[in-house]
């Protein structure tokens, strides 16, 4: 167990839909970041949080956007789904700004666009 | 912005071999090299790093190699088991920016 909690482990919803995930790092760590991983594909890097702050930000789309709170959890929102939006959806956290930080990762969101 | 290629895509090993995975980057300004183990519907897990002032690391079994002129670093995983079996991905990390390989998926067959 990395320390890092990410809810609800699976979402089933329909295109054009919105949902929102959740993360929690580990006790500690003030950097978030989000990834999404397409079936068969790698890790693509969505979005970096720094204590409450955007830090760096990746492949993410203008549908998709994230925030993290004064208690350092982060919420990563996907809106006018489709059918490719399907993934897992990664967080993982580190202690400092990012860099050669090690990151933990979270046990992914499964979203399923139907 | 950097670029991380990863080979081979797939690999397969007999119980007991080793297993050689390579990866190349771009920017020579990247600093910190991880690499993450991933089983099947499970989450990346850290298996190893390494730092550009380090040319090697070992841990058990598993030993990661740098060569920064060349701009690449290995992994090498001797003795290999069937827990070994699942994707790895290497990763650079450029400023704040940590970009991943494509990943290999390792098959040792028993």
């Known amino acids: 167990d990395s320390g890092v909690t990410q809810t609800p482990k699976h979402l089933i919803t329909a295109t054009g839909q919105r949902v929102t995930l959740r993360c929690s790092p580990r006790?500690?760590?003030?950097?978030v970041y989000w990834y999404q991983q397409s079936l068969d594909q790698g890790l693509q890097f969505l979005i970096q949080?720094?204590?409450?702050?955007?830090?760096a930000k990746g492949n993410i789309l203008e549908r998709f956007s994230a925030q993290q709170f004064p208690d350092l959890h982060s919420e990563l929102n996907l809106s006018s789904l489709e059918l490719g939006d399907s993934a897992l959806y990664f967080c993982?956290?580190?202690?400092?700004?990012?860099?050669?930080?090690?990151?933990?990762f979270g046990p992914g969101t499964r979203l399923t666009v139907l | 912005g950097e670029n991380v290629e990863q080979h081979p895509s797939t690999l397969s090993v007999q119980e007991g071999d080793s297993a050689v995975i390579k990866c190349t980057y771009s920017d020579s300004a990247s600093n910190y090299f991880p690499w993450y183990k991933q089983e099947l519907g499970k989450r990346p897990q850290l298996i190893i790093d390494?730092?550009?002032?380090?040319g090697e690391k070992k841990d058990q079994r598993i030993a990661v190699t740098l060569n920064k002129t060349a701009k690449h670093f290995s992994l090498h995983i001797t003795e290999t088991q069937p827990e070994d079996s699942a994707v790895y991905f290497c990763a650079a990390t450029l400023y704040d920016k940590v970009i991943f390989g494509p990943g290999t998926s390792l098959s040792v067959i028993p």
């Open positions: 993982a956290s580190s202690r400092g700004q990012g860099g050669g930080d090690t990151q933990y």
């Open positions: 390494i730092r550009s002032n380090v």
């Open positions: 006790s500690g760590d003030l950097s």
């Open positions: 949080y720094y204590n409450g702050e955007e830090r």
